[in-house]
């Protein structure tokens, strides 16, 4: 754990997410010209506290693709997902977990790498100080999930679970979902909840731009490896372009993005 | 009786003071209660209006979690509304369902979801009371939906700020009220120091007064005459010349009195040694002429030793009575004896019955010369009110304490303005009405004098008895 810790500690969740979307939108020379807005759909991995963060990453795509970008933010995945789905987003940052349930309906844009692969893990966090070693010693617990769409926040969980021979709510004494993986961090830190499932990235990322909050929780569990949440569109959108490894974007560090452009997502892998 | 400690006898000074000191003592006070009460009455306004806010918003935002018990959104509305009401300090706040379970807490470590609300939380008085020692005050709102309560928000509110503004306010008031009454205190002492100090002068002159002096001021301590003390002052030196005057008009007039008293009973003596001096020169030519007969010489010889003894008796009495303020002895039976034979010569004058009774004892210790002119001029006074024949009784007697001296008379009366100079001791000390005798101004100054008491009854006739204790003041200070 300490050495997946000193993996991730380089990496910020800005650095992450703007290097990989802005990458990805120059992979969408295809999309239609129109005047209208590139509508582009965000999962509450986007926090409602993040609007200058969403503001400049607007106003950064638009600058990109020389076309105005208009993010979508709703407060689950699933209204997102049934947007993408809708064909009402051109495109959409989306999870795993509904990607693969609606695989029938969407096509994949885009994977951001992280850490140089498209993989990320799902924790399982406690308050800080919590002496628990297992899993099972989180039995009866009050358990904070993110989003019942989320492949971390929740699946990845239920996954753990039903290894166990459980399910969360024989395992749990109660759950509740808090819509956002920050929110998760906040519940488990408070003491609302005994324990919670967070996305991996996010706590990393949260723990350097956050420190006192996270720093009321610790790592319980960490999962596997799972593939990154992929940039999704709907079938029978925009051609999109061919597959292809983009590099590192070379505007981040001179644009009104703040960081060592070193830092940035390492890769996108695009689909065509 | 005052004590010597009674408010009464403090200084005009003090008193006048300590006065403003409490009235500024029972302003403060009260004005004190109205800014706290004002203030109680704002605090407690301004707090169910700050608290009627912070719930109205927090139960706007709760409603629809706490329809869908979502613990979660209840707690995150609780944890973004912690710092957006400043004027609010909630120390606990408890989101609660009808079966007062916690839905979610402001500090869930402490009430964790699920958990049984605390008792304290339950609804109890609906204006909460600011005063309370513990600091903190219980809030609640009930959470409705269609008429059906679907639970409530329990918060409990840190009131220390509003207790301690309280107390701030309190203990600035006492100072501040403290030092305005000491301010107004020391300078309600100079005021009053400053304004009675003529009249604490004028005082002290007059209480100089007591001893039978009025000692007028001098010019220089004079204030201005155009003011108040100016003129009291004026007034107190015109009343003490005036009684000086009169002080002097009255000795002078004493002094005539005792002159023509004198000639009186210098009269009165020629007469009574001229009585039997036509008997003695009868002697003298019997014995000159029968001087021979030996029972005739005898007889001579005793008519002449009964006039010449009746001579030396009336001078004698007349040198005791007469003999002025050089006479400092204590008062005997003989000086009693004395005083009989002068008014008994008044008494067969005036054709009276006169009963004479000395019972003086050994412990009289009072002076004898003002003794024997106050009893001379009372039965002198007694013979010449009694009618020819009348009886006039005189009598002394005394014990270890006290010396008696009874004189009565069957007389009108003694008339109203001499009963009220002998009775008012006042009188007796400073005027003397000029329609009464001043033989009883004179026994009236020595009664005084004498701190001896004298009742009077009558008519029928006059009763005068005059007390006077023997451990008294040296009576040879007397008139």
């Not at chain 1, 993040?50 to 208009?70: C, F, G, W």
């Not at chain 2, 409490?22 to 004002?38: E, F, N, T, Y």
């Not at chain 2, 306004?45 to 209840?74: C, N």
């Not at chain 2, 007389?411 to 002998?422: E, I, S, V, W, Y």
Request: aromatic content about 6%; overall charge positive.
């Amino acid at each position: 754990m300490r050495a997946a810790r000193a993996r991730l500690k380089q990496v910020s969740r800005r650095r992450v997410l703007a290097g990989g979307l802005a990458t990805a939108t120059l992979a969408m020379p295809t999309l239609a010209r129109a005047a209208r807005p590139v509508l582009f759909g965000l999962t509450p991995v986007f926090l409602d506290s993040d609007i200058q963060l969403i503001a400049d990453l607007e106003r950064y795509l638009s600058r990109q693709i020389a076309r105005p970008v208009q993010l979508v933010k709703r407060r689950t995945y699933q209204e997102i997902t049934s947007l993408l789905v809708a064909n009402q987003l051109d495109a959409a940052w989306i999870c795993g977990f509904p990607f693969v349930q609606n695989r029938e309906q969407l096509r994949l844009v885009a994977v951001p790498l992280y850490q140089r692969a498209p993989l990320y893990r799902a924790y399982i966090v406690t308050r800080a100080g919590r002496e628990s070693q297992t899993i099972h010693s989180l039995r009866g617990d009050i358990h904070a999930f993110s989003d019942p769409d989320s492949n971390s926040g929740f699946l990845a969980t239920r996954s753990l679970l039903a290894g166990l021979r459980e399910s969360p709510s024989t395992f749990f004494a109660r759950t509740f979902f808090t819509f956002g993986h920050r929110n998760v961090i906040r519940a488990v830190a408070s003491g609302l909840a005994h324990s919670g499932s967070v996305d991996g990235y996010v706590w990393d990322v949260m723990r350097e731009i956050e420190p006192a909050l996270v720093s009321g929780t610790r790592i319980q569990h960490i999962s596997e490896p799972m593939g990154f949440p992929p940039v999704a569109a709907a079938r029978g959108g925009p051609r999109l372009a061919k597959r292809h490894r983009c590099g590192p974007d070379q505007h981040a560090g001179r644009s009104e993005w703040p960081g060592d452009p070193r830092h940035v997502a390492t890769g996108w892998l695009c689909r065509g | 009786m005052i004590g010597v400690f009674h408010p009464q006898r403090w200084p005009l000074a003090v008193r006048a003071p300590l006065i403003v000191a409490l009235l500024m003592i029972g302003i403060a006070a009260a004005m004190s209660k109205v800014v706290l009460d004002r203030l109680a009455r704002d605090q407690a306004q301004s707090f169910r209006q700050l608290t009627g806010a912070y719930l109205d918003g927090l139960s706007t935002a709760l409603h629809s979690p706490v329809i869908r018990q979502e613990p979660w959104e209840a707690f995150d509305v609780l944890d973004r509304a912690r710092h957006k009401y400043s004027g609010v300090n909630p120390r606990i706040v408890l989101v609660i369902l009808p079966n007062e379970s916690v839905l979610a807490a402001l500090d869930p470590a402490t009430y964790p979801v699920g958990s049984i609300a605390p008792e304290k939380a339950r609804i109890g008085r609906s204006d909460p009371d600011l005063s309370d020692p513990g600091g903190r005050v219980w809030v609640h709102r009930t959470l409705r939906e269609g008429g059906r309560e679907i639970g409530r928000i329990a918060a409990e509110i840190d009131i220390a700020n509003i207790q301690r503004v309280r107390s701030d306010t309190l203990w600035t008031l006492l100072g501040v009220n403290g030092a305005l009454t000491l301010l107004f205190a020391g300078l309600g002492w100079f005021v009053v120091h400053r304004t009675l100090r003529p009249l604490l002068r004028l005082s002290s002159y007059l209480a100089r007064a007591g001893d039978g002096r009025l000692e007028p001021i001098p010019d220089h301590k004079l204030p201005p005459p155009d003011t108040e003390a100016g003129k009291a002052y004026r007034r107190y030196n015109a009343a003490a010349l005036a009684i000086s005057e009169r002080e002097a008009l009255l000795h002078r007039l004493a002094d005539q009195e005792r002159r023509a008293l004198l000639g009186r009973y210098a009269s009165a003596i020629a007469h009574e040694v001229n009585n039997p001096l036509g008997g003695l020169f009868n002697a003298v030519r019997m014995i000159q002429r029968h001087g021979d007969d030996p029972e005739r010489r005898e007889r001579a010889a005793t008519l002449l030793e009964r006039g010449l003894t009746g001579i030396r008796n009336i001078v004698r009495a007349s040198l005791v009575v007469w003999r002025g303020e050089t006479d400092d002895r204590t008062l005997t039976s003989g000086d009693i004896e004395d005083l009989r034979f002068l008014v008994e010569s008044e008494a067969l004058r005036r054709d009276l019955q006169l009963e004479w009774t000395n019972e003086l004892g050994p412990h009289s210790s009072i002076a004898a010369q003002p003794f024997r002119q106050m009893a001379l001029n009372l039965a002198l006074n007694a013979c010449a009110a009694s009618p020819p024949g009348g009886r006039v009784c005189f009598s002394v007697r005394s014990d270890r304490d006290e010396t008696v001296l009874h004189i009565s008379d069957e007389g009108p009366g003694l008339p109203a303005d001499c009963r009220a100079m002998l009775l008012t001791a006042a009188s007796a000390t400073s005027a003397q009405d000029a329609n009464a005798g001043l033989g009883l101004w004179i026994v009236a100054r020595i009664v005084s004098d004498q701190r001896a008491t004298l009742s009077i009854e009558g008519p029928p006739g006059t009763a005068l008895t005059v007390r006077i204790p023997h451990a008294q003041p040296d009576l040879r200070t007397a008139a």
